[in-house]
């Protein structure tokens, strides 16, 4: 599988199962990140970063959201993190 597919395999089965643990946890708002300002990612994306990055060995906030500025800004995942 290509990384790009594994990427949004990835993404779509974070959506998922962040939909079948909201439903379990009876939450009517569909965002764990409530407080503070709105966040540029979703969480389903925030989390599919994270587990991405994991995967590449990027073992840092700042080298995950490095590598995903730097390839995929533009076609796949918005990343609106200034680093």
Not at 11 to 29: A, F, G, I, R, T
Not at 41 to 65: N, P, Q, V, W, Y
Request: glycine share 4%; with cysteine; charged share 25%.
């Amino acid at each position: 599988m290509e990384r790009d597919e594994l990427i949004i395999w990835l993404y779509l089965w974070v959506c998922q199962e962040m939909e079948k643990m909201m439903d379990q946890l009876n939450l009517s708002s569909r965002r764990l990140r409530r407080a503070g300002y709105a966040p540029a990612l979703s969480d389903e994306e925030a989390l599919t970063i994270e587990l991405c990055g994991e995967m590449l060995r990027l073992h840092t906030d700042k080298a995950i959201f490095s590598h995903f500025k730097q390839h995929y800004s533009s076609n796949i995942i918005r990343v609106g993190f200034p680093l």
